[in-house]
């Protein structure tokens, strides 16, 4: 059983379309990051978000710490080519030093 | 501030063999974790090490080792390599105190084909 399910699993979108991706759990999380991994690549972290309701914005990318702590958003505006990749959200339960992962939303802007 | 180095990239090896993979973590931080990633599984944690210590494992076979040295520099090992041992390693770093909020610094990663 995965412990973070992240949707959707493919989004295939054109330049300048909105998109959002949810990553959920029956898991309460200390805190929770979101990674952007591009071909080849390792993971880049983006965010960590640790308060329940928290709302983070790192420039174009919106991201959302659900009240409870058990899910959260990523929420792109105008998405551009540069955004493609696998997006990867991971969950610290407390008292953890190791995250989990879910399996990622593959993310392709077209042009 | 140098990042996480991982070497080799890539290596080609063939069923029954053993492989070694080495990652020099960001300089301060002392907890590396090892990843597998496959598209079928996704990333799944293979172990991590806290100043030479193996204090979390995953659920891998025997056959996956590791160590931390002083300078908190880690190696992996594979034994007896299978067909679906194919996968890219990521190793990752972090402070990994007492604080830590699970946050990783992953390196490029070193793609292992076994034939």
């Known amino acids: 059983t995965q412990l973070l399910e992240q949707s959707p699993q493919f989004l295939s979108i054109q330049e300048g379309e909105n998109l959002t991706v949810y990553c959920n759990s029956s898991?309460?999380?200390?805190?929770l990051q979101w990674y952007r991994q591009e071909p080849g690549e390792g993971p880049v972290l983006l965010v960590t978000?640790?308060?329940?309701?928290e709302v983070k914005k790192l420039k174009r990318l919106t991201f959302q710490f659900g009240d409870a702590r058990k899910d959260s958003s990523l929420h792109i505006t105008a998405a551009q080519p540069g955004d493609t990749g696998l997006y990867l959200c991971?969950?610290?339960?407390?008292?953890?030093?190791?995250?989990?992962f879910g399996r990622g939303t593959s993310l392709i802007v077209h042009p | 501030k140098a990042g996480v180095t991982q070497t080799p990239r890539y290596l080609i090896k063939t069923r029954g063999q053993q492989v070694t993979l080495s990652c020099s973590p960001i300089?301060?931080?002392?907890?590396v974790s090892w990843y597998q990633q496959t598209p079928g599984q996704g990333l799944q944690f293979l172990f991590e090490?806290?100043?030479?210590?193996q204090r979390n494992k995953g659920n891998f076979p025997g056959r996956f080792s590791g160590r931390q040295f002083s300078n908190s520099r880690s190696e992996m090992n594979v034994s007896t390599l299978e067909l679906g041992d194919s996968a890219l390693y990521l190793c990752?770093?972090?402070w990994g105190g007492g604080s830590n909020t699970g946050e990783l610094f992953f390196g490029e990663g070193s793609r292992l084909t076994v034939l």
């Open positions: 990752a770093s972090s």
């Open positions: 898991s309460v999380f200390s805190s």
């Open positions: 978000v640790v308060t329940g309701g």
């Open positions: 991971a969950g610290v339960v407390g008292g953890s030093y190791i995250p989990t």
């Open positions: 300089s301060g931080h002392r907890s």
């Open positions: 090490y806290f100043s030479e210590t």
